[in-house]
Structures are given as C-alpha cells and as structure tokens.
C-alpha cells in the first residue's frame, strides 16, 4: 500500500533514560527517509544516558530533566510536559524510558504516546521480562509497541515480534536477540502513525482503518522499516 507524504513530517520527541539504542533506530530510519517525521527533541531523565550522544551526534536538541530534583513524581511529570510542549510533537516515543508516568501525563498524550516493551503483552508487564519468560519455561519470548495507557504496559498493542526460546539462553543473550527486532519494529509503527495509517480509538489500535486484533500485527520474522 502506497501513502502519500506531502505533508509536512510529523514532530516526533523521544524520551529516553539509557543507552538509547532504539532511539538509534528510529534515528537510522528517518534519515533514511523510511519514517515521514522528524525527531525534533530527545529528553532524558539522567543526564548520563548514552542515548543523548546518539541524538548530539545526529543533530538533534537533547534537555535533562532530571526527576530527582523534584520532591513528587506529578512535579516531575509536569515540568516534562512543559518541555515537551515547547516542541509542539505529533508522536511523543518512549523509548527506554524508565519511569512510571502518572494519570495526567498519559492523558494529556491520549493516542499520540507510544512505547515498546520487551515481552510479548499481556505477558509479563513490568520489569525483567526476559527472566519471567525463561523460568517459565516459555518457547517464545518477543517485544510489542503499544498505544500508552493508564494501564501499565496495558495499553492496545500494535505490533509484535515472536523470538524462540533457545537452548542455552540466558535472560542477556535472551534481551540481545529481542532487541534487535525492536529495531524492526518500533521504526514501522512510527512510519504507520506518521503515515496516519495508524490511530487510537475508545482504547482500541486501528491500521489503515481496520481494528488491530489483541495482540497487535504479529509476526515471527521482523521485517525492516520500509516492507509494509
């Protein structure tokens, strides 16, 4: 299906608070023009975080807001929207970003807020995801991009990536192979929601005006940004 792009490209902020290997992606993908936006901000909330190099060296402003220096997590969350509203995004990413955001913020990006997590939701929400699916026993582990919800790592998902389960895997060799699809993955969700094949409604995700089934578009083999 080809979509046209006249438009002008999305406005695109991403949050991180690590090494930023999936902002690296998304990065890669829209100079290579298979994503129709542009990353206009990358934010962080420790100052140390790798992923700000990567976006210096890509030519991208990059602000600390540090949570840390705020005494409740709603300060924190409202001093984030302030710096990302003076960016004006389309899309807010999540992309590594370690903090649980409150009621307000997720609302206030209702439907133009994604995030990707390692596990193949509803499975194992939360944190290490990559043990959970080992000790119990799982043939298949993966990563969804999802809408954000109130819901943690509950809101609708868009698409998964299906890794098998290796004999001898361990949760770092298990999380290393996982994320190289996430490289796939969250870079063609962004093109879909840039493209404006892809949206949120009552709590449901939809590509290309069809309702995605539960598990989002499920795939065993990850495709790269520019297939579909």
């Known amino acids: 299906m080809t979509i046209a792009t006249e438009s002008a490209p999305r406005r695109i902020v991403v949050l991180i608070s690590g090494s930023g290997s999936n902002l ?39 602000t600390v807001v540090d949570h840390r220096q705020f005494e409740t997590r709603t300060d924190f969350d409202q001093a984030l929207m302030a710096e990302i509203d003076h960016h004006a995004p389309d899309l807010v990413v999540l992309a590594g970003f370690m903090r649980i955001l409150t009621v307000e913020f997720v609302r206030h990006y209702q439907g133009r807020m994604l995030n990707i997590h390692p596990s193949l939701l509803p499975k194992y929400q939360g944190l290490n995801t990559h043990q959970r699916a080992l000790e119990a026993g799982d043939s298949a582990h993966g990563a969804t991009v999802h809408f954000v919800t109130e819901e943690l790592d509950g809101g609708p998902n868009i698409i998964q990536t299906v890794v098998p389960v290796l004999p001898g895997d361990d949760p770092k060799r298990l999380a290393d192979r996982v994320q190289l699809q996430e490289h796939l993955i969250y870079p063609q969700a962004v093109r879909w929601f840039c493209e404006s094949r892809l949206v949120m409604r009552d709590e449901r995700a939809y590509l290309d005006d069809a309702e995605l089934p539960p598990a989002g578009l499920q795939i065993s083999n990850a495709i790269t940004p520019g297939d579909a």
């Open 24 to 62: 690296q992606a998304l990065l890669d993908a829209v100079s290579a023009d298979t994503v129709h936006g542009e990353v206009v901000s990358v934010i962080s909330n420790k100052g140390d975080a790798y992923g700000l190099e990567r976006a210096a060296k890509a030519g991208v402003p990059t």
